[in-house]
């Protein structure tokens, strides 16, 4: 199930499917076909082409035009998942732009986690009332991963080594007082193209057994430290609910529920609310 909590309104829905972004042509959002879904993912696309993203440090973060996926559920809610990277095509922000009904009308959401450890110019998001979001960037600092095997400097091995360091972490999601085990998805939803031994990176999923729509994201990506190329790694949030993260069964990484989600000013990294109204 994906369940959504916008505007302090519960809205569970079944996801019907996900489609990644490699078994796609960008011209044919994921598999629907029908005037409605078009006309909702060219807005999302526009959406998050408009969105003005900048470093306080004067990097402008680049859209990435074509989704990591696309994703619709029974008719009624879409979405499209974003990467915007840096001049150096380092991955800066995740975010999803989508579309949910309440009462028969439907309203565009945002989702949006910074991923790069580096304050952003303050933005606004979506329509009155706006969102100003101010994201802290302490906790965005990437680990190193415990016992990582040296970087290989063949890119078919950098990929294995990666997943089998993504198996080695375990997550929960608590919802309703109650603990789900999360299911890491095989192979990353995202890699950086042209790897290299000092440049390689990818983004894995953790998925609810009721769906197949990310609740928690695991960056794992190659970094210079002390003249060396090292593994690290970053957890990052795609949901509201609580979240844990183990390795090899020690936790490392915990994020409370997202209390401050309906506020119109978030200082958090990861940012999510309703931002306008979608005419007829």
Do not use: C
């Amino acid at each position: 199930m994906l369940i959504l909590r916008l505007m302090g309104t519960f809205l569970a829905v079944g996801l019907a499917f996900v489609v990644p972004a490699s078994a796609q042509d960008p011209a044919v959002p994921g598999q629907e076909t029908t005037g409605r879904s078009k006309r909702l993912f060219d807005r999302f696309d526009q959406t998050a082409k408009d969105l003005e993203i900048q470093s306080q440090d004067g990097q402008v973060y680049q859209w990435q035009r074509t989704p990591l996926f696309r994703f619709s559920s029974e008719g009624n809610v879409f979405g499209s998942v974003f990467v915007w990277q840096t001049p150096s095509k380092r991955l800066a922000l995740i975010g999803t732009i989508g579309s949910i009904p309440i009462n028969r009308q439907d309203y565009e959401f945002v989702e949006l986690h910074l991923l790069r450890p580096t304050p952003i110019v303050p933005m606004t998001v979506g329509k009155a009332p706006r969102k100003r979001w101010m994201p802290a960037v302490d906790e965005l600092e990437l680990k190193t991963v415990p016992s990582a095997p040296a970087v290989s400097t063949d890119s078919g091995r950098r990929l294995v080594q990666m997943r089998g360091m993504a198996r080695q972490f375990k997550a929960e999601m608590i919802h309703k007082g109650q603990t789900n085990h999360l299911r890491l998805l095989p192979q990353p939803l995202f890699r950086y193209q042209d790897s290299t031994a000092e440049f390689d990176g990818a983004l894995f999923a953790f998925v609810w057994d009721n769906g197949t729509d990310p609740e928690l994201l695991l960056r794992i990506e190659v970094q210079r430290e002390n003249d060396q190329s090292v593994w690290k790694y970053q957890a990052v949030r795609f949901t509201w609910r609580q979240l844990r993260l183990h390795h090899q069964g020690k936790p490392v990484w915990e994020a409370e529920e997202f209390l401050e989600r309906d506020g119109v000013e978030q200082r958090t990294p990861y940012l999510t609310g309703l931002t306008d109204v979608i005419p007829e």
